[in-house]
């Protein structure tokens, strides 16, 4: 088995790759981001042109008015469908993010159980009740992090759930207005 300096030392080696992985993970969901940000911009940008252009050859207000409402009844829609697709990248990063980083914390605390492990065996004579009070403690802290990930995740569960319900509900209200109108 390693000395406890190398089981740390590939740990964090471990870590740092795992970091390197979330970061470019995260820097792939914003590229995403940026490319439905830019192809958004693009086609509401035509759309307004277009709709400017049609504007300005309406020969009657009736003819105007028609194309005015026309052109907002879509919004609403348009508009979901592009919060529905950033909540897409959003979950799917975050997802994959959670996996990650549950995984590389299973890991990161066996190797940190397995170098307190190692110590207590290489602990001096003598030192069996401080060995036992860190080992304690060790334990609690361990239970306190894995309390807090269980905390977070149902948080991370209940948000997410909220915000498809309120998600759902704008959409059924914009579909509503557009028939509406």
């Known amino acids: 088995m390693k000395n406890p300096a190398e089981q740390m030392m ?18 792939a969901g914003m590229e995403k981001l940026v490319e439905l940000n830019m192809a958004a911009t693009k086609a509401a940008m035509g759309e307004t042109f277009s709709h400017l252009q049609a504007v300005l050859t309406a020969k009657t207000p009736q003819e105007m008015m028609a194309l005015q409402t026309g052109y907002i009844q879509p919004l609403g829609a ?3 469908a ?12 975050q997802g994959d993010f959670t996996a990650q980083f549950e995984s590389k914390m ?8 397995d170098s307190i492990e190692q110590m207590t065996k290489n602990a001096p004579a003598g030192s069996e009740a401080a060995v036992a009070a ?10 306190a992090v894995e ?3 269980a905390a977070i995740k149902k948080a991370t569960v209940t948000a997410q759930a909220n915000f498809d319900s309120m998600s759902k509900q704008a959409t059924d209200v914009a579909k509503k207005a557009a028939k509406a109108a």
């Open 10 to 27: 590939t740990t964090n080696k471990a870590n740092i790759e795992a970091l390197e992985g979330a970061v470019n993970q995260a820097y």
């Open 78 to 80: 348009k508009s979901m």
């Open 82 to 93: 592009y919060f529905q697709h950033v909540q897409s990248i959003a979950t799917e990063g």
């Open 106 to 113: 299973a890991e990161a605390q066996k190797a940190f159980g």
């Open 134 to 143: 860190f080992q304690s403690a060790m334990s609690n802290g361990q239970k």
């Open 147 to 149: 309390s807090a990930q």
